[in-house]
């Protein structure tokens, strides 16, 4: 197989994708994906997080009694194999998250496209290079009743929405992974870049509504530390990712279970988050565990289940800024089933 070829064959499907952060299931990627689903697959399943489906308690841990960190949506994929050893992938979201009396509406969505570079079939391995552009978006983000830490100081906020945020990124990754009868694994590492933009801001404070950016200063971006912060809701990051996972299949029976390590870097944000004296988060890991069902060959049921060391901090990145940074610190989990068809 001649190398050079395959790469720029790879690097040409990677900018049809796109024409980083880790993306929604990036701790589950492989080589060959046709090995698991065939030449194509199509996937919906429900995704959820609330006190039933807690079964560790987290929540409870933290001293969570109401919906805070509830969780609705849905997840839509598909891929299909092409040309010689090509992938094309795509994912749509639609995602609901509960803070309080708030409620975080977000579309996430996804391209790949990758290529084998090299594969072996004396030893099963594969190597395949992966391009991929994904994003958030949501209409309107709302945080209600708190208070915003500003120079050692506290100023209490009734509302600050952000108006249609979004961010957007494209990453590279080096996948290699080796096939078994049963058993599969794979290793993979990456490099991305992203844009986080908030087009505004309107706050509620002391009894009026400011809006940000705007033509004057106004009673809300005039005190001491807030426009710090707000000068933090647009920005650029650069990420890398590094990951493994195995799979085991028994008769009927699929198992997977994956792991990817992301490093964010924001310095716009970093070096605020720090000023105002809060700690910047700059890496996040995640741990998914699924188990399928095949009924017959072209249909399975699926479960999975999705552990975060940070929240959305590398899959949702627009949620990330100085005000948001505190909530940061802490895990959490969702749970998914749902139906597959492969062809």
Do not use: C
């Not at 209600?144 to 990124?169: C, E, G, M, W």
């Not at 049963?182 to 986080?196: H, T």
């Not at 105002?276 to 998914?288: C, F, K």
Request: net charge positive; glycine share 10%.
């Amino acid at each position: 197989m001649n190398l050079l070829p395959k790469l720029f064959k790879a690097l040409a499907l990677a900018g049809m994708a796109a024409s980083a952060a880790a993306a929604p299931m990036d701790a589950l990627i492989e080589a060959m994906p046709s090995h698991r689903y065939g030449e194509g697959y199509l996937e919906f399943g429900a995704d959820a997080m609330n006190s039933t489906l807690d079964v560790f308690k987290v929540r409870s841990q933290m001293g969570i009694t109401d919906n805070t960190g509830n969780y609705q949506g849905f997840t839509l994929r598909a891929g299909r194999a092409f040309g010689n050893g090509g992938w094309l992938d795509g994912a749509y979201m639609r995602r609901n998250i509960t803070v309080g009396a708030d409620q975080y509406p977000v579309i996430s969505w996804r391209l790949g496209a990758q290529q084998i570079l090299r594969e072996n079939s004396a030893t099963g391995s594969a190597l395949a290079l992966r391009g991929s552009l994904w994003g958030n978006t949501s209409a309107n983000v709302t945080k209600s009743n708190f208070s915003l830490d500003v120079y050692n100081t506290s100023i209490y906020v009734d509302r600050v929405s952000a108006i249609k945020p979004k961010d957007q990124h494209y990453q590279f990754d080096l996948v290699n992974s080796w096939y078994g009868s049963q058993w599969s694994g794979s290793v993979f590492a990456g490099l991305g870049s992203g844009r986080v933009t908030i087009p505004g801001v309107e706050a509620d404070f002391a009894g009026g509504t400011y809006t940000y950016p705007s033509d004057t200063v106004n009673a809300f971006t005039a005190i001491s530390g807030v426009s710090e912060h707000l000068g933090t809701l647009n920005y650029r990051l650069k990420s890398q990712q590094w990951g493994l996972n195995a799979g085991y299949m028994s008769g009927a029976w699929m198992y997977r279970v994956g792991y990817v390590m992301a490093y964010m870097r924001r310095p716009s944000v970093d070096s605020a988050v720090q000023s105002l004296g809060n700690t910047p988060y700059q890496r996040n890991q995640t741990l998914i565990g699924e188990v399928a069902y095949k009924f017959t060959q072209t249909t399975h049921v699926y479960t999975r289940a999705q552990v975060m060391q940070r929240q959305f901090l590398s899959e949702i990145p627009f949620l990330y800024n100085s005000i948001t940074s505190p909530i940061f610190g802490v895990k959490y989990g969702v749970v998914s089933a749902g139906l597959g068809f492969s062809f």
